[in-house]
């Protein structure tokens, strides 16, 4: 059984930072990609950031130059660095992991981003 949690949500003031991560536990063969998610209120769910088993990346437009992702393959881990934060970056942020062409998700992580 395949688990994903994620860590490190909260609420900051616009400009400033936070840091995601979601460790992945149980059994996993042939990761494809991990990443995340986000849903703001109202709005459909939509990809974030994501990075692949090789390391090649893909983000938002919304995010790009200010959200990095990374990944610790050993440890099955991925982290987003999200810096000068912005209301609209409100969101549940759900990590995501691909294997074997199955998607896994965790609980989401609600980041809140004040003006």
């Known amino acids: 059984q395949v688990q994903l949690v994620e860590s490190g949500g909260g609420l900051v003031q616009a400009g400033g930072s936070l840091s995601l991560s979601c460790a992945a536990s149980?059994?996993?063969?042939?990761?494809?990609?991990m990443g995340w998610y986000r849903q703001a209120p109202g709005k459909q769910r939509e990809l974030a950031a994501m990075i692949t088993a090789a390391g090649d990346t893909n983000y938002a437009d919304s995010v790009k130059g200010r959200f990095t992702i990374s990944r610790d393959a050993a440890k099955n881990t991925v982290n987003l660095q999200m810096n000068s934060l912005k209301p609209e970056d409100t969101a549940i942020y759900y990590c995501?992991?691909?294997?074997?062409?199955?998607?896994?998700w965790g609980q989401g992580t609600q980041v809140t981003v004040s003006s």
């Open positions: 995501y992991l691909v294997a074997l062409g199955r998607v896994y």
């Open positions: 149980g059994t996993i063969f042939g990761i494809n990609a």
